[in-house]
């Protein structure tokens, strides 16, 4: 999610710091979510629709949104502000990139990682980039539990069948797969849209999902 540096982020961050996990160290999520509720991370927040929404409809779970970019983190933050109240408890906003999160994150912390609609990366040559690729799978395997979740949303094809490729090398097994999720009426049932998916949705793109399990 590319935006425009916004002048009011940095401060607005600040005031607003106990929605953030901020530790330079490892990360304890006992320091942040107050109970023993189940974990999910999503990397690549962006304006924060799909995990507001999820914490909404799953008071019961915590949460931690995280985006590489400081003014997507504000205005997710804003957007949670905004929607849920300055009181929420089971969401926190990580300001950071993928690729050192098994130095952030004790091994088996979370019940399920979200990938929604990442930079495909098209060009041949920055394949190692794509959040599909495989060290990238490595960490998520670190730091999910047994049995936990990876969930990929995409609109690119092209990165469609790059993760499954890479998945399929793993230590993941897929359990479902589908290159038109809009079709697919019982995963609709509690499918949560992304700022991305609607628009892609409503412009007749096909969405494509994989879940694959540890």
């Not at 401060?11 to 320091?31: G, R, S, T, Y």
């Not at 205005?75 to 926190?92: H, P, R």
Request: proline residues 1%; positive net charge.
């Amino acid at each position: 999610m590319r935006l425009r540096n916004k002048n009011w982020t940095k401060d607005f961050l600040e005031i607003n710091k106990q929605h953030l996990i901020q530790d330079n160290q490892k990360i304890n999520i006992n320091n942040y979510f107050k109970n023993e509720a189940k974990v999910f991370l999503e990397i690549g927040c962006g304006k924060g629709k799909f995990i507001i929404n999820n914490a909404i409809k799953n008071l019961d779970k915590n949460f931690i949104a995280m985006e590489k970019e400081t003014t997507v983190v504000g205005v997710a933050l804003k957007n949670a502000i905004s929607t849920l109240g300055d009181n929420f408890k089971n969401i926190k906003f990580l300001n950071t990139f993928a690729e050192n999160l098994d130095e952030l994150f004790e091994e088996e912390t979370f019940d399920g990682i979200y990938l929604n609609f990442s930079d495909p990366w098209p060009k041949t040559r920055h394949y190692k980039k794509r959040l599909t690729y495989s060290k990238f799978l490595e960490v998520y395997y670190k730091i999910l539990k047994k049995d936990g979740k990876l969930e990929i949303k995409t609109d690119n094809d092209n990165l469609y069948s790059f993760s499954l490729e890479q998945l399929q090398t793993s230590k993941f097994k897929i359990v479902y797969q589908t290159n038109d999720l809009y079709s697919d009426l019982n995963q609709l049932e509690n499918n949560i849209a992304t700022e991305y998916e609607e628009k892609f949705h409503s412009q007749n793109k096909n969405i494509n999902k994989i879940i694959a399990i540890k």
